[in-house]
């Protein structure tokens, strides 16, 4: 089994910033692709940002120029560094790793509030 770990949310200010941090932890031998999405309440959840194993990132274009996702392969934990924050990045923000091998599976962590003020 593979458990993800979250941390790193909180309460900010407009204009504030945060750093969430995921790891991976279990029987794992390479994870293809880690990412995080988020969901405010009464939204569907969306991809926020991901990035694969080669180091290949994806954004959403509201958070593009703002956030920065990045990976320690070795630690198997996945970053996002959040600048510029937004009353509208208000969510719970879900760590997502997939294709993690043996056997390229799809994990979920369990979510970490952000709340930003205006």
């Known amino acids: 089994q593979v458990q993800l770990v979250e941390s790193g949310g909180g309460l900010v200010q407009a204009g504030g910033s945060l750093r969430l941090s995921c790891a991976a932890s279990g029987s794992i031998s390479s994870i293809n692709s880690m990412g995080w999405y988020r969901q405010a309440p009464g939204k569907q959840r969306e991809l926020v940002a991901s990035?694969?194993?080669?180091?290949?990132?994806n954004y959403a274009d509201s958070v593009k120029g703002r956030f920065t996702i990045s990976r320690d392969n070795a630690k198997n934990t996945v970053y996002l560094q959040m600048n510029s924050l937004k009353p509208e990045d208000t969510a719970a923000y879900y760590c997502n790793v997939r294709g993690v091998r043996p056997g390229w599976r799809d994990y979920w962590g369990q979510g970490t509030q952000v709340t930003v003020s205006s």
């Open positions: 990035i694969t194993s080669d180091s290949t990132t």
